[in-house]
């Protein structure tokens, strides 16, 4: 399947937080070390559901849950989201990377304006 | 090391014990985290690979060792426990969190700790880097995130 480069601005972004430290429950928001990366992967809102986001990334699983994040307000952050293979799932045609194109020196800072952009799409209950 | 009295039944308001030695048990807080930060960076070691479900590696040995000897360097009067977070890489960081204002403290190897001070109520968003072994550093940051409470 030919990928085009680059999601819509309009486009939302799905990530799962699979792990208890990456919730924020007091604040309902997600931590930063969910995005925190020079490269992470989320899904096309548009062409996948937040449930079967969580079904690849974490089969059966209880308590994880799914944030939505905008294309657009991802790309003013300097994450750059492009369709590319997902490599674990070569049949999903959802999957995105999203490479932050900045230096080192501003990604903490980054990833935190995007974890408070953030919309729960699926409530993580993590004990 | 001395036991930590959260766990210790003895420990209550009820107690016997003269009560301003109990205050001042009370007040070394972080002689009381510092077992149960150990054991949460025993679970952290204990990942699997792909724990995150994006398929992460385990995280790195050497950076799980500098955080257990980050943890008992931690001042004795830190009153807030911080939270620690895996990520994806294989590194971790310690997280405190009130409201918006958040301290993150990233191990990004064994030697290097890339920080972020954030508080949008005060316009404070500053994130750099500084040497694991730069303890007065870290132990500034910290007192600025409780301290400013």
Known sequence: ?127 | MPPAILDDPSFSTDSTEDWGAEWRRATRTVVLFQPSLHAELDQLAALRPNWDGYGAPRLDRAIIDAARRFVDRLPEDVSRRPTIVPMSPGNLQFEWHEGQRVLELEFETADTIHYLKWDPAEKVEDENTFPVADAGQAEELIRWFTKSR
């Open chain 1, 1 to 127: 399947m030919r990928l085009s480069a680059r999601p819509s601005r309009m486009e939302d972004l799905y990530r799962a937080i699979t792990q208890p430290s990456w919730w924020k429950p007091t604040g309902g928001r997600p931590s930063s070390a969910a995005f925190n990366y020079p490269k992470f992967s989320a899904d096309m809102a548009s062409l996948t559901t937040p449930r079967a986001t969580l079904d690849r990334v974490c089969p059966g699983a209880n308590g994880p849950g799914v944030v939505g994040f905008d294309c657009g307000i991802a790309r003013r952050l300097d994450f750059d989201p492009r369709r590319e293979l997902d490599e674990d799932h070569p049949d999903n045609a959802a999957h995105v990377h999203v490479y932050f194109s900045k230096n080192n020196s501003q990604r903490k800072k980054r990833a935190q304006k995007l974890a408070q952009s953030c919309l729960v799409v699926l409530v993580p209950t993590f004990d």
